[in-house]
């Protein structure tokens, strides 16, 4: 169970030990460092062992070996991966795996053990995968992507059938090359545009790098750097308060309508309902909690100030259609019922 450098020289560039531990059996570290631009394959098969299957393993990327543990199955369970390595510029790892299921993660003392700071991206490609990543929970599935950060503990389960295309890259030189990009750690993005192209560089890049010299692997490097920028620029850039204020304007005058949808609000500004939403995320909140924050907020100062209208009559204004699933709403922001509010205004004015 070894990498396999079939790009430069066929030799082997790591090896895996007994350590000691109840929970991990193996361990797996780098005998040497690989050449600056280099491709490495495996293909791995067996029956998960039913006594301490756990393993912990190296990636190395970065100038460092990024530490990871995990099972690929049940115990007993057989598996097969295919594993390929590009090492350039950035790094780009390329995941396939059968098997009952396996379950990786990268724990605060594995991080540890490799804390240079690097953000990476995961694609989904065929099946699903669960992250845990910054105390949130992501789906991959395919034609979506996470971003993520090696200085973050991360939690994986992979489907029975999987594959994850992971793009490693220096976080300072990412943030330097994409201002703001920070925010969307933590974060999924859907693959499209330069993002397709992306994935389907790597893709063909996998099928033909066995047969590349160094400058050529380089070359793909690169241009998978150069595709990555591309894919995150669009994100990361801040919507312009111009249009944001926009668009509060806009919500304000259409509260009373109960269809009033993010498909409307997007499609009333010229707007993708991607680009939306990142309206949103950059205030730290989605677009349907701030249509309901701005319509409990006009209900209430109705009921203190229009005691003439039934609180029926008060939903209906705001756009409100289930007046009971309002009532709970309604104390969950401002802690009383609306009755509650109607009777303190009515006790005021005695």
Request: with cysteine.
């Amino acid at each position: 169970m070894t990498w396999i450098n079939l790009g430069v020289n066929g030799s082997f560039f790591s090896r895996y030990r007994p350590v000691s531990g109840a929970q991990d059996r193996y361990a797996r570290t780098l005998a040497a460092m690989p050449p600056a631009a280099a491709f490495h394959h495996r293909v791995d098969e067996g029956v998960v062992e039913k006594a301490g299957p756990r393993h912990t393993f190296a990636l190395p990327v970065g100038g460092q070996s990024l530490q990871y543990s995990g099972t690929l199955g049940r115990p007993g369970s057989g598996y097969r991966t295919v594993t390929r390595l590009l090492i350039g510029g950035v790094t780009t790892f390329d995941w396939t795996y059968q098997g009952s299921g396996a379950h990786i993660e990268r724990s605060e003392s594995l991080i540890r053990l490799s804390p240079n700071g690097l953000t990476y991206l995961c694609v989904c490609v065929d099946g699903t995968t669960r992250l845990r990543h910054r105390g949130t929970e992501l789906l991959l599935k395919p034609g979506r992507a996470a971003l993520c950060s090696t200085v973050n503990p991360l939690e994986a389960r992979h489907s029975t059938q999987n594959r994850l295309l992971t793009v490693y890259v220096d976080t300072a030189r990412l943030e330097s090359q994409v201002p703001g990009v920070s925010r969307l750690i933590g974060t999924t993005l859907a693959v499209e545009g330069v993002g397709e192209l992306l994935v389907q560089h790597i893709l063909a890049t996998m099928k033909l790098a066995a047969g590349l010299d160094p400058a050529g692997l380089a070359a793909t490097s690169e241009a998978v750097s150069d595709l990555l920028v591309g894919t995150l620029s669009r994100r990361a850039q801040p919507v312009s308060p111009a249009l944001e204020a926009q668009i509060s304007v806009y919500i304000d005058s259409w509260l009373g309508d109960p269809e009033l949808t993010v498909e409307r609000i997007a499609a009333a500004h010229h707007i993708s309902v991607r680009t939306l939403h990142r309206v949103f995320q950059q205030r730290g909140e989605t677009v349907s909690t701030h249509i309901k924050n701005r319509r409990l907020d006009g209900c209430h100062a109705d009921l203190l100030a229009r005691p003439d209208l039934m609180i029926g009559a008060i939903c209906a204004k705001w756009g409100i259609t289930d007046i009971a699933h309002f009532s709970r709403q309604y104390k969950a922001r401002f802690g009383c019922t609306p009755t509650d509010t109607r009777e303190q205004r009515l006790n005021l004015t005695r």
